[in-house]
């Protein structure tokens, strides 16, 4: 299904080791919106620091005003995995059918779905989704939220049709 050509997404991959060489998650996550129609208005590699990625949604969200933020890396046990946290932060409302729907379908092929922290929500009129650092699990993850995300968006934009 090809989307409105109206969508404006952005891509963030948190990494402190990361560059856009090494970045195969965030240029999968670009790909698989482009292949949708969706535009990426802005793609950035950020440090797995709280203040940091909080400030680079609040960017996108409220300064670039795209509709859809996809976040890559962050999400796991590991002390400097706060992406969670940083989107807790910038959210108004939690959107948490996605997570779980998320954990819910990769747990079949991954054990490790469980240890995940990833989270979902809206600021304003812009769905953020967090997304595991893997490309093998940005892909299966993308493939769960993919057949909602249109209708996700346009209900965010007001148009619910009555």
């Known amino acids: 299904m090809k989307f409105d ?18 970045d195969e998650s965030g240029t999968v996550l670009v790909g698989l919106l ?8 802005e793609r950035v590699i950020v440090p797995d620091e709280f203040e940091t990625i909080r400030e680079a949604l609040i ?3 409220d300064k670039a005003q795209v509709d859809l933020i996809l976040t890559t ?14 989107t807790l932060a910038v959210i108004g409302r939690e959107a948490p059918g996605i997570s779980e729907a998320i954990r ?7 054990k490790f779905a469980m240890l995940s922290r990833a989270v979902a929500g809206i ?16 892909r299966e ?14 209900l965010i934009r007001g148009e619910t049709g009555h």
């Not at 949708?36 to 208005?41: N, T």
């Not at 890396?73 to 940083?86: H, L, S």
């Not at 600021?123 to 940005?138: A, Q």
């Open 5 to 22: 050509p109206e969508i404006r997404a952005a891509v963030l991959t948190a990494s402190d080791t990361r560059t856009k060489a090494t």
């Open 34 to 41: 482009l292949g949708l129609g969706i535009g990426v208005a």
């Open 59 to 61: 960017g996108f969200a």
């Open 73 to 86: 890396g962050g999400t796991g046990f590991a002390e400097r995995d706060v992406t969670p946290e940083a």
């Open 104 to 110: 819910r379908e990769t747990a079949a092929s991954t």
């Open 123 to 138: 600021r304003g009129k812009t769905l953020i989704i967090n997304l595991p650092g893997s490309p093998k699990g940005v």
């Open 141 to 154: 993850c993308f493939a769960v939220f993919e057949p909602v995300l249109v209708h996700a968006l346009k």
